[in-house]
């Protein structure tokens, strides 16, 4: 009988930062968002300089991780990085798309950065045309850089903390619980109270 193993993927590191560093770049950025798929709320990105001397232990892409997890690493990438985040508005999102949105969030979270960084690793398929240094996309981003990984972390814990905030104001739509992500119960909040001003307009079912 043969005998399987299971192989866990590879979790991400810090080896695309050092070969940069190694290049000359004094400080490499990690770029990533949250919240392009909800019905509701804003667009959030986060960009982060890792000391690469104090690397938080247990870094990984946001969604694989547990809430308490998160939100111990949250805090402990606040204190020992430098972050920036970018806030990008359900009105700005129907004005200019949602990959519009998220680009300029992505820019301006790395000019909101105390130090700029030399390069910027991003999470996905696109760079930003007006960052103010040199940019690479990576699919999977989070899961490869600890850098990405690390903002992923920033931009989902505080975008979860707005909506959760928000369900303090709209109380009827339940945001506290699916953070603005389109579920059966909030699908039916939305029938029977209508849009709030946190709704992306431009999204299906709530475009005209």
């Given at each position: ?16 930062e050092n070969a940069l560093i190694a290049r000359g770049c004094r400080a490499v950025a990690g770029v ?103 940019g690479q996309a990576l699919i999977g981003g989070d899961g490869l850089s600890v850098s990405i990984a ?59």
């Open positions: 009988m043969t005998a399987r193993m299971r192989v866990s993927p590879p979790a991400p590191d810090f080896s695309r990533d968002e949250a919240g392009r798929g909800p019905l509701a709320g804003p667009v959030v990105v986060a960009a982060v300089i890792l000391d690469p001397n104090k690397i938080p232990q247990g870094l990984n892409d946001s969604k694989k991780l547990t809430a308490k997890k998160r939100d111990a690493l949250y805090e402990q990438i606040l204190t020992d990085a430098q972050c920036a985040i970018a806030v990008v508005s359900a009105a700005m999102i129907d004005q200019i798309n949602i990959r519009a949105a998220t680009l300029r969030g992505m820019r301006d979270a790395v000019l909101a950065l105390a130090e700029q960084p030399d390069h910027v690793l991003i999470d996905g398929r696109d760079v930003p045309p007006d960052l103010p240094c040199a690390a903002a992923s972390i920033v931009a989902k814990v505080t975008r979860d903390r707005l909506m959760e905030h928000a369900s303090l104001a709209w109380p009827h739509y339940g945001f506290d619980q699916h953070k603005g992500y389109g579920t059966a119960a909030h699908l039916k909040a939305i029938a029977d109270h209508g849009p709030c001003p946190l709704h992306r307009l431009s999204f299906a079912p709530l475009k005209a």
